[in-house]
Each structure stands twice: as structure tokens, then as C-alpha cells.
T-cell receptor, first 112, second 118 residues
């Protein structure tokens, strides 16, 4: 079953604006990852944050992790039309099985 | 980065037939691969963990006789949907963790297979 929920389920913004997506999970984790999926395609890894990290940056992406609240956020700055996609958080549990448990996803639409 | 190839990308079949989907790691070895199922506008549901040289581990509620998994080599896992029915129509995606000892947590995904059962 799904590990957690993401909100919003859908987000529509204007090109150049920032997009923030939130993810909550339920159990202790080894790390949390964000993936992107273009419609009808596979997933692409964006960024990984470990359980002992609080914030991480990669280009226009900023991820935060709050293990006390079991939540994470993904911020995409200066969005582009090409950022239009679905974004999923995924957690890796402490049992080191490498299984990814995905959140419900946020569908992002960036209007040109 | 590591590449996972999934084939076919789309298959349409008649009810009652079996369909095989292949997942290959092209430039790295994968002792473990994962198979997911995704419904329209929904998240990925983990179906099973494919283990090279041993039996697959299925998630709760997934019929192992319906979804046969074979991981015959370090670069190939196959998912066979046996006696497919319209309710098996879905998007199936495979992934493999890799491709080195320090980044096994990152998974590389195939492009997915859209199965339509008539």
C-alpha cells in the first residue's frame, strides 16, 4: 500500500513562479527521494535526502525533510513549461531492502 | 547514468492470452529489480521484488500465479501476465537500484509498458 500522501494533488502555476509540493509518510525511513514522471513514461530520479539531513539543493530544486513531522517538501524555483509533469516522493524503509514506497503524487502544470 | 530498457512499450491482446514484459539493465548488473503497476493518474503500486537466481517476493494482495516473474540473469527480469483479462489493463513499470555500491538507493526506471486487454 502507499506510504503516504502528497499535496496538492494538482498544481497549476505560471511560468517563472515557484512550485511547492509536500509529502507525508508514516514509518521510519532511511532516505526520501523525489521522482518526476512525464505522462505515460517511466520515472526519473531528481534528488535524494537522507534521514539525517534537513535540506538539500540541486539546481532549481530544494528539498526539505522534517523527520519529527514525517514530512518533506519539494520546491521548484523559476518554473518552466518543461517542468510540467507528475512528481512523486518515495521513501526507502530502514530494512535496507531498497524498496521504494511512493506517495500519491502531485500533477504540476506550468503554463507558458 | 544507468539505463533500464523495458519492452514492449505497448501491447494490446485478447482476453485469455499471456503477455511477457522484459526489463533489462543495459550498463549495470541488477541482482534485484522491482515491478510496479500504475493506474491512470494514480501512484505506483509495488507488485513484487525480482531476485536474480531465486524466487520473487510478492507484495500482499498480488497473485503470484497471475504475475509470473523470472530473473534469469543479472541484467534481465521478465513479468508475464498470465491469462490476461480486461482488469489487468494497466501501466507496468520496472526499476532497478544501481549502478554502483554507493548509490544503490537510487532507482532507474524503464519507460513502462501499457497493457490493454480486450
Amino acid at each position: 500500500s502507499q506510504q503516504g500522501e502528497e499535496d496538492p494533488q494538482a498544481l497549476s502555476i505560471q511560468e517563472g513562479e515557484n512550485a511547492t509540493m509536500n509529502c507525508s509518510y508514516k514509518t521510519s525511513i532511511n532516505n526520501l527521494q523525489w521522482y518526476r514522471q512525464n505522462s505515460g513514461r517511466g520515472l526519473v530520479h531528481l534528488i535524494l535526502i537522507r534521514s539525517n539531513e534537513r535540506e538539500k539543493h540541486s539546481g532549481r530544486l530544494r528539498v526539505t525533510l522534517d523527520t519529527s513531522k514525517k514530512s518533506s517538501s519539494l520546491l521548484i524555483t523559476a518554473s518552466r513549461a518543461a517542468d510540467t509533469a507528475s512528481y512523486f516522493c518515495a521513501t526507502v524503509w530502514m530494512d535496507s531492502s531498497y524498496k521504494l514506497i511512493f506517495g500519491s503524487g502531485t500533477r504540476l502544470l506550468v503554463r507558458p | 547514468g544507468a539505463v533500464v530498457s523495458q519492452h514492449p512499450s505497448r501491447v494490446i491482446c485478447k482476453s485469455g492470452t499471456s503477455v511477457k514484459i522484459e526489463c533489462r539493465s543495459l550498463d549495470f548488473q541488477a541482482t534485484t529489480m522491482f515491478w510496479y503497476r500504475q493506474f491512470p493518474k494514480k501512484s505506483l503500486m509495488l507488485m513484487a521484488t525480482s531476485n536474480e537466481g531465486s524466487k520473487a517476493t510478492y507484495e500482499q494482495g498480488v497473485e503470484k500465479d497471475k504475475f509470473l516473474i523470472n530473473h534469469a540473469s543479472l541484467t534481465l527480469s521478465t513479468l508475464t501476465v498470465t491469462s490476461a483479462h480486461p482488469e489487468d489493463s494497466s501501466f507496468y513499470i520496472c526499476s532497478a537500484p544501481g549502478g554502483g555500491p554507493t548509490i544503490r538507493d537510487i532507482q532507474y526506471f524503464g519507460a513502462g509498458t501499457r497493457l490493454s486487454v480486450l
